[in-house]
């Protein structure tokens, strides 16, 4: 599946923002999706992510409460909207599509075999 990340920019501490990550060539109902984040001079790290049947979650502790992930099989597409966005949420976003049948946490990006280009998000304090 190809995966194709949108919605990122410039806001305010404070702010909302909603990413979207469309896919073509798969469907986002037949994998588990994740988003990552990779700040300047930083390591990738687990945002969130969705299972397959789009009934169970998980969250890095820094985004619970803020951020949340949603589908839309009919658009094929996946969202992360995050609220109450604070400076140390600017990064680089990345969507991604778990292989089928990998073995492992949600929060391994070695599950994921298909990647969204990236889309920058900064928050400004």
């Known amino acids: 599946v190809q995966l194709q990340a949108s919605g990122g920019g410039l806001v305010q501490a404070g702010d909302s923002l909603t990413l979207s990550c469309a896919a073509s060539?798969?469907?986002?109902?037949?994998?588990?999706m994740g988003w990552f984040r990779q700040a300047p001079g930083k390591e990738r790290e687990f945002v969130i992510a969705m299972n397959r049947n789009g009934d169970s979650t998980d969250y890095a502790d820094s985004v619970k409460g803020r951020f949340t992930i949603s589908r839309d099989v009919v658009k094929n597409a996946v969202y992360l909207q995050m609220y109450s966005l604070r400076s140390e949420d600017t990064a680089v976003y990345y969507c991604a599509g778990r292989r089928p049948l990998a073995f492992g946490t949600y929060r391994d990006p070695r599950i994921y075999d298909s990647w969204g280009q990236g889309t920058e998000v900064t928050v400004s304090s």
């Open positions: 060539g798969g469907t986002v109902s037949s994998r588990g």
